[in-house]
């Protein structure tokens, strides 16, 4: 039994990785966390009957106490009770599925302790890669990439570690609006852009894929995953969604993943690395696929993926307040209190606005997120 930590059963990633582990019989959930769903929570642990749980806050954990008295279970809030489910000493390796900057502690926490990272918070990476490559590497610990895309790319580089990486090739479906004017994009709605077209997703990330920048979050993800340059990662629009990325070698060849788009094969391929094992549900037909089709992001309509790449560019804590700023004007668009392209307005606004710093602490990466959020506290 391979025993494993998960932060964030109740969203979408962590709920098909809850359905793996019932389905294999071979995984052992040693603890999880939640962010306020306690009702599906209460479910979920008295199904896989976990040593350790946390609550988003103390509110909800006394709530969840009370319910779950009957069981052996410790109930922890905050982030220290992140921190203790991420560093459990039982757990072998941790699934961060967490939304959002909350989900860096913790996971330094974990590489600390020796843990392997089933990694689904990108934005761990993107505001903390220069932390969190250097350390896991100290730690001798492995990143395994549980997004589709960075899975797709970890995939394509098996049994080609020693050659060049000429080019990655990083996908996107292009999300609902794909082919749309800057024109259409101001009339959007919310229901307009929950809707995607291929994936099932939680609001937050199918927000993201319509905005484009949960591509620009994704390609400074890859900088950091696979250590290349910026200029060598090409954002490449394929609407089907069947080859989930690939990498493009010094000779020329292109090794790409190609598969359904089911979120459950990166996320089984983590936990299981490096054996593939049978998955339940449908397998890509190639014979069903009617056409495969790639074409050119436009930056000039889809801003948020051009500000990522100049926040990449520009590095130190610009990563951070490009997130943090998408994160709060996510917010601020899913409560309707800004339109869809105010989303890219504040992350340009931010990004002029807040204070740059070069080569940040975690203190520090921390406070430009709080600075961002207080800029934009008005909105």
């Known amino acids: 039994m391979r025993k494993i930590a ?53 509110d909800k954990a006394l709530e969840l106490k009370k319910r779950i008295s009957d069981l052996d279970v410790e109930v922890l809030s905050g982030m220290d009770g992140l921190i203790a489910v991420a560093t459990i000493p039982e757990a072998e390796i941790v699934v961060t599925a967490i939304v959002g900057m909350l989900g860096i502690r913790p996971t330094v926490a974990a590489i600390n302790e020796g843990k392997d990272i089933a990694l689904a918070n990108k934005e761990t990476l993107v505001t903390a890669g220069h932390i969190i490559m250097p350390l896991s590497k100290e730690k001798n610990i492995s990143i395994l990439p549980v997004d589709s895309e960075h899975s797709a790319i970890f995939q394509s580089l098996q049994g080609n570690e020693d050659n060049n990486i000429h080019k ?69 629009v394929h609407p089907q969604s069947i080859l989930h990325s690939a990498v493009e070698y010094d000779d020329g060849a ?101 204070e740059h710093i070069n080569n940040p602490t975690l203190d520090e990466i921390l406070y430009t997120e709080s600075e961002v959020y207080k800029y934009l506290d008005n909105y």
Not at 24 to 47: P, T
Not at 300 to 320: S, W
């Open 6 to 58: 998960i932060l964030g059963t109740t969203g979408s990633i962590g709920t098909q990785t809850l359905s793996i582990v019932r389905e294999k019989k071979d995984l052992d959930v040693v603890s999880m966390s939640c962010g306020s769903n306690i009702d599906l929570f209460e479910e979920q642990i008295r199904e896989f009957n976990p040593k350790l749980v946390s609550c988003g806050n103390d």
């Open 168 to 236: 990655i090739l990083l996908t996107a479906s292009g999300g609902p609006f794909r082919g749309f004017s800057k024109e259409q994009l101001e009339k959007v709605t919310l229901e307009d852009a929950l809707k995607h077209p291929n994936w099932e997703m939680g609001k937050k990330i199918t927000i993201d894929s319509a905005t484009m920048v949960n591509k620009g979050l994704e390609v400074m993800e890859a900088k950091w995953l696979f250590g290349v340059d910026l200029d060598r990662i090409e954002v490449v």
């Open 254 to 354: 292109v090794v790409g993943q190609l598969g359904l788009p089911d979120m459950r094969l990166p996320i089984q391929y983590a936990l299981y690395y490096p054996k593939r094992l049978p998955m339940s549900g449908d397998y890509l037909d190639l014979f069903k696929v009617k056409d495969m089709t790639f074409e050119k992001p436009d930056l000039d309509v889809f801003v948020g993926l051009k500000y990522a790449y100049e926040a990449q560019r520009e590095g130190g804590n610009m990563p951070t307040i490009f997130n943090a700023a998408n994160e709060k004007a996510v917010a601020l668009f899913l409560n309707k209190k800004i339109s869809f392209t105010d989303i890219y307005r504040l992350i340009d606004n931010s990004m002029k606005e807040i």
